[in-house]
T-cell receptor, first 114, second 113 residues
Framework: AQSVTQPDIHITVSEGASLELRCNYS??????LFWYVQSPGQGLQLLLK??????LVQGIKGFEAEFKRSQSSFNLRKPSVHWSDAAEYFC????????????FGKGTTLSVSS | DVKVTQSSRYLVKRTGEKVFLECVQD?????MFWYRQDPGLGLRLIYF???????EKGDIPEGYSVSREKKERFSLILESASTNQTSMYLC????????????FGPGTRLTVT
């Protein structure tokens, strides 16, 4: 069955430091991969997505993610974190077996310290 | 821009009440979804619909039903609300030919007392 694992429940990063949020997926074929961000009390906003092609994808707000098939990973990165990046981040995979629904990880909460 | 709206941001209901959560999207999307979000559990799919009057159960449909009478509107119904249905409810939509990208509403925080 398809699954998504975000190993880190909560991460704290200093403002200006680099960030990497981990995501591992389980799926037999090449999946469609997404990162969403949720600010407190808000819905989810799409940060970036990977369907095929270049394994390094750029998203909004200065985020990027790299698809590594050999590691079944799709980690999210940002070179310099801003206080406004504090939010919850969700990795998701699209799989045919789930119909048109996405399978989400349980999320990683990012705190930014000054 | 795609817009998905939900009828209420915050809702407080009593145990046993029938509760309606409404979701409307303005981009003519075929697919619509209802998720609930709980701390430590992430998003869990309750129901989705890929066409008017069509519905499919998700991972946790028990205690819920849905209605899709018009393409732009997808309603989640709690027939008899219980305290364990206190949660954040998120609606989403996507076009049928998209590669799964979903657009989310702002969510409804439901408290059942």
């Amino acid at each position: 069955a398809q699954s998504v694992t975000q190993p880190d429940i909560h991460i704290t990063v200093s403002e200006g430091a680099s960030l990497e949020l981990r995501c591992n997926y389980s799926y037999g074929a090449t999946p469609y991969l997404f990162w969403y961000v949720q600010s407190p009390g808000q819905g989810l906003q799409l940060l970036l997505k990977y369907f095929s092609g270049d394994t390094l994808v750029q998203g909004i707000k200065g985020f990027e993610a790299e698809f590594k098939r050999s590691q079944s990973s799709f980690n999210l990165r940002k070179p310099s974190v801003h206080w406004s990046d504090a939010a919850e981040y969700f990795c998701a995979v699209g799989a045919w077996q789930a119909g048109t629904a996405l399978i989400f990880g349980k999320g990683t909460t990012l705190s930014v310290s000054s | 821009d795609v817009k998905v709206t939900q009828s209420s941001r915050y809702l407080v209901k009593r145990t046993g009440e029938k509760v309606f959560l409404e979701c409307v999207q303005d981009m003519d999307h075929e697919n619509m979804f209802w998720y609930r979000q709980d701390p430590g559990l992430g998003l869990r799919l309750i129901y989705f619909s890929y066409d008017v009057k069509m519905k499919e159960k998700g991972d946790i449909p028990e205690g819920y039903s849905v209605s899709r009478e018009k393409k732009e509107r997808f309603s989640l119904i709690l027939e008899s609300a219980s305290t364990n249905q206190t949660s954040m409810y998120l609606c989403a939509s996507s076009p049928i030919l998209s590669t799964y990208e979903q657009y989310f509403g702002p969510g409804t925080r439901l408290t059942v007392t």
